[in-house]
């Protein structure tokens, strides 16, 4: 499971809820009330945005895999040998699903990265802003802004073209 950016108890929190414990075994086991642990879960996977359905078909691929590992135990069985099989088949179609990726959830990776890199710019312009004030202080700051929104621009129509 992802959990990249999460504290200890965020990631033991995650794993406490994918193996099933109860709010009651994970607020003991964590040192946290039950009341508590069930709302951090519920807040870190609101927030991960398209991460969150990801990370749903991880725990629901590792339950599967349990299941299919207590019905492998009892194949001579008929009726859990039938039911192993439709394990099988549901793990299977959820593997091609996991490597497909839906339009809105690249509308989402997209808008994430847009908004990365505009953050990016925009740090980056108010350090040149700095630099280019310290080093010229006698060109005002809307020509550097001028020339940065000129060149924006520029670059924008020959990434298009």
Known sequence: MAATGLSLIDNALLKA??????PQEMGSELGISPAKAVVRVKEILASRDVYSEIEQRQLLMVDLYKLKTILSNGLGDTKVASEYIKTIN???KIMDKQGKITADELGVITRVQAQALLGLVQAAFGRAEELLLDRYPQVPLDEIREAFALG????AL???S
Not at 17 to 22: E, Y
């Open 90 to 92: 549901t793990i299977d």
């Open 158 to 160: 020959e990434a298009t």
């Open 17 to 22: 809820a994918a193996d099933g414990l109860s």
């Open 152 to 155: 924006l621009r520029e670059q």
